[in-house]
């Protein structure tokens, strides 16, 4: 074969028989799905000849009661996928979708599937799903725009408190690395099922922050997204301790301390690393859940250090999960760290709580207890639930509220 | 319900219910696949009761033959999992697995499907499929070890010559943030099938630079991966263009100019923003498949600018490509410059390939021309193919030669 011959035919490989062997091979299909329609409904497809049932399961259908052990439960909602010619599987929506990132499942004949035409996926604990993003969700802030970017790095940083280098991700606003400015610091703190990927994944937290920057609805900040869990030096597959299974809250060693005690470090190798503004007007603390829970405990822990408090789902007032047991000192001794904080003085103390979520009332009860010592809050209830979709609402809700 | 009780319940609900429902809702199960045996075989399960036939296939198995309209073609191994009881479907390797990252997809009565158990994926092109590492791959550099980490930084520059902010991904060594030394750089460059994602995914490329710089094997370096397809800002999902379907090469719009061409806007964005030492004897650039084109180009094209050139899996002297079309002068001025190039001096021109490798031919060719004049290059020879294993062996075995 002449050189010239081979050339081409080396380009035609690569750009379309690698590619059509791969799907060959590796089951990819010429179809689009999700398909997102004109009229805002979206249609799903799935080739599969010998399937006797497809369905599609996700956060997108109404949400349908499903019963367990521990109680009733209200999960993603069920769709029947109808067979066309060659084995194509088809679902559109029988209404339309609001803005937002939705996530989703195929079931074919009671096993899940992933939808092999959609390569967005977002892994939650141990479960990985698909993904799409309507009009680049709630108030287009989700999506990546034609705006500056802010930087993400993961960098490792040393704990002693911890004994061991830890991984955490860090936001850098647009245009951090051509300035000398200082800039304030939001710490953003996952939950239990969570790690250092989980804002940035789940929470499309750079995307918000570059949309509301851009927008100039929030000022320019440094976001330091740590690992919640202090059992874990880093997410899962992401540490010496190679590709474990994920499992809510757990890790694959014994924490030697406590996240609120340990925090300092986290703040030392910010505020020394960083240009960032060292004072109390220019540090925000939240969380979702568990990381709701860190929240109040850091800013109490730490109670001249932070202006602005975000509880995300989460009582703000728990005292038996941090000891395992229920020390009935343990609860006086936090609200009187409570009082030293309100004493102290802060700008913003934020608790948000979805009106379906689990922990609604125990969020209602702390709020309670914090009424009976005047400690100044600020309550927003959502609708729905302990769900990503509400942490997403709320953090573009809370961070327009900062440094201001 | 007493608040000391609902908070208890709370903890469990976090903590296992809401995990417990989520299996049970998106299919999660409490089994292990894939099991690394202590004799390095290795064990997929899966849990299909009502499955006909579940075969594994991934590049662990003895590569088949496959007929595709292209000709015939190396594509991975398939094998049969064995359904024992409750649905259980088993498959152990009846060999041992030699240090490597393997990838893998079920196939359950005829469909592509994911292992459930398995969280681990990476996306090539359009196929994602699951991964493991056997004992932390070739020589054990593929894991993440106890070691000082860089750092990992997805960051936009600005490029004047594709009129846009395109999105890059920069490693910086253990140290690089606490020092005020200047380090040299080493630009890495992906496939047509790749982006700036490529190398960390695929590539393993932090893990690599970690622990041949803790080995003291390559000297701590900046490791730059931009985004080749200059019709691209950024990876899919990652740009304004949103979650496109991603294919060989292809991108949502047309370039406006080549890599080579702006490869200027790199190099600047990189030499302004870091401490690096500017100098040819601290450049480097290598690139598999599309990115080895790249990288025979642009240090032709920047004649005296690089001292280590890298080439893997690609034909160094590639003409017919850049413009589409076979102009018969192509190839007599890239041999010009490949004149001056040699007249210029550099200390290392590295060409590597697979014996089986589609480009094997095209590469042999290269050489011969590159013969003709004289050129001094080193040639490495691998077994295997146009595949990702070997692109990782190239990195581990050029990054040490670098910057000496």
Chains 1, 2 share one sequence.
């Not at 997102?36 to 799935?46: E, G, L």
């Not at 309507?134 to 004994?163: A, I």
């Not at 940035?200 to 995307?207: N, P």
Request: net charge neutral; aromatic share 12%; with cysteine.
């Amino acid at each position: 074969m002449s050189m010239k011959k081979l050339l081409l035919l080396a380009v035609v490989v690569i750009l379309s028989n690698y590619a059509y062997a791969q799907q060959a091979l590796w089951g990819g299909q010429e179809i689009v799905s999700p398909e997102i329609n004109p009229d805002n409904t979206v249609t799903f497809r799935y080739v599969a000849p010998k399937a006797i049932r497809v369905q599609v399961t996700g956060d997108f259908l109404p949400s349908e009661k499903v019963q367990t052990p521990m109680g009733e439960f209200d999960g993603p909602g069920f769709a029947d996928l109808v067979e066309g010619e060659n084995g194509l599987w088809e679902f559109t929506t029988p209404f339309s979708l609001t803005p937002e990132l939705y996530s989703y499942s195929f079931i074919v004949d009671g096993l899940k599937t992933h939808d092999p035409n959609n390569v967005y996926q977002i892994r939650d604990v141990a479960s990985v799903t698909n993904i799409f993003i309507m009009n680049d969700g709630r108030d287009g802030l989700y999506g990546v725009k034609d705006v500056p970017h802010g930087s993400v790095t993961r960098r490792w940083y040393d704990s002693p408190g911890l004994q061991c280098q830890r991984r955490i991700t860090i936001y850098t606003p647009p245009g951090y690395e051509n300035s000398n400015q200082s800039y304030p610091v939001f710490y953003l703190l996952h939950g239990s099922g969570g790690d250092e990927e989980a804002w940035i994944a789940l929470g499309r937290a750079s995307q918000i922050l570059d949309n509301l920057i851009a927008q100039g609805k929030a000022k320019p900040m440094i976001v330091v997204m740590p690992n919640g869990h202090t059992q874990n030096p880093a997410a899962p597959g992401e540490s010496s301790h190679g590709f474990f299974k994920p499992r809510m809250g757990g890790g694959p060693r014994e924490a030697v301390a406590s996240m609120e005690d340990t925090f300092g470090d986290i703040l030392k190798f910010v505020e020394s690393n960083y240009r960032v503004k060292k004072n109390k007007a220019n540090r925000a603390v939240a969380g979702l859940s568990m990381g709701g829970m860190h929240s109040s405990r850091i800013s109490a822990q730490y109670p001249n250090t932070f202006d602005y408090i975000g509880i995300f789902s989460a009582p703000p007032v728990v005292t038996t999960m941090r000891s395992g047991n229920q020390d009935p000192n343990a609860e006086k001794e936090f609200m009187k760290k409570l009082e030293t904080q309100k004493k102290n003085g802060y700008k913003l103390y934020w608790i948000a709580c979805g009106n379906t979520d689990f922990l609604y009332n125990g969020v209602i009860e702390s709020m309670k207890k914090m009424d009976e010592i005047n400690f100044p809050y600020v309550y927003r209830e959502s609708s729905g639930g302990h769900t990503w979709d509400n942490w997403r609402i709320y953090l573009t809700e809370f961070a327009p509220m900062l440094f201001k």
